[in-house]
């Protein structure tokens, strides 16, 4: 085979390989991201820390409570916006 046969091959692999997590990627992600915006919007801080990040990705199997739990704890946002986050990841 040519190198650039080859060359071509591998870009198109890699091109389909990239498209199919792009395509499955973005629902969970912004859901995540839709949580961590609303923790941001109260913090009025910049950027969420990894904790508030590693809360709404719990969120995400389902464990409400704990997603709560680690948002009030952390970062220090009240009940009611980390109820709405955590609700806000899983949808």
Not at 23 to 38: E, M, Y
Request: aromatic share 2%.
């Amino acid at each position: 085979m040519r190198t650039s046969t080859r060359i071509a091959g591998a870009l198109t692999t890699l091109t389909l390989a990239l498209g199919g997590a792009a395509l499955t990627a973005p629902a969970a992600h912004a859901d995540v991201t839709a949580c961590i915006n609303q923790v941001e919007r109260e913090l009025k801080g910049g950027e969420a820390p990894e904790s508030v990040r590693a809360a709404c990705y719990v969120a995400l199997t389902g464990a409400h409570d704990q997603c709560v739990t680690g948002l009030t704890k952390v970062s220090g946002v009240t009940k009611g916006t980390a109820e709405t986050a955590c609700r806000l990841a899983p949808n």
